[in-house]
């Protein structure tokens, strides 16, 4: 069972608001379905959207951000638990450490770096868990572009497709993680 649900999404106050309104239902789900959010720990943007709805829906917050985040004034310092790392990539290890399945949100570089971060690994064997991108109003189309290009030119292979889930709405993040059944795929070298 999926319990800790480690969820990457923007830090940014400009995005469009469809992007909050997406962000808060997540939160509201994940707090009625009983499940811990694992993020980054951000007050502001997406984050701060998600956070602040588990926790107006009775749900447990786990942020987890690098001192020199918290020094700017910018940690959701009401999480239920805050952890303070050393740097990014200690932060990044205690989420991926902490979390049972993984979803991204709309994002800049660190959401698709963390997310591509635990798909590489998944790809690489070091673990099983879920991995889902949250395609709300076609947000990651032009990424699943690029990976369409990776499989056409044999960069990766095509059945590595098995090891993620795209999804339209927060809902069916959930309808995913209830069925989720590890992939069995071939090993990473052709």
Request: aromatic content about 10%; glycine content about 8%.
């Given at each position: ?32 379905r009983k ?20 926790h107006q ?5 786990v942020?987890v ?10 940690a ?14 200690d ?17 800049g570089?660190?959401?698709l770096?963390?997310?591509?971060e ?5 790809q ?8 889902v ?9 032009r ?20 090891f993620?889930?795209v ?18 795929v071939?090993?990473?070298w052709?």
């Amino acid at each position: 069972m999926h319990q800790a649900i480690c969820v990457y999404c923007s830090s940014s106050d400009a995005v469009a608001r469809t992007h909050f309104a997406v962000a808060e239902e997540m939160g509201a789900l994940l707090a009625q379905r009983k499940k811990t959010l694992v993020y980054g720990g951000g007050s502001i943007g997406l984050m701060g959207a998600l956070a602040k709805s588990v926790h107006q829906h009775g749900g447990r917050v786990v942020g987890v951000i690098p001192e020199f985040l918290r020094l700017k004034e910018i940690a959701y310092e009401d999480a239920d638990e805050l952890i303070v790392t050393r740097d990014m990539r200690d932060r990044k290890a205690e989420m991926e450490a902490r979390a049972d399945a993984f979803v991204a949100l709309p994002g800049g570089f660190g959401t698709l770096e963390e997310i591509l971060e635990v798909l590489t690994l998944k790809q690489l064997r070091t673990h099983q868990k879920p991995i889902v991108l949250l395609n709300s109003g076609g947000f990651f189309d032009r990424l699943l572009g690029v990976f369409d290009q990776l499989y056409e030119q044999n960069f990766t292979k095509r059945e590595y497709c098995l090891f993620y889930q795209v999804v339209k709405e927060p809902a069916e993040v959930f309808a995913h993680l209830d069925n989720y059944q590890p992939p069995a795929v071939a090993k990473k070298w052709y």
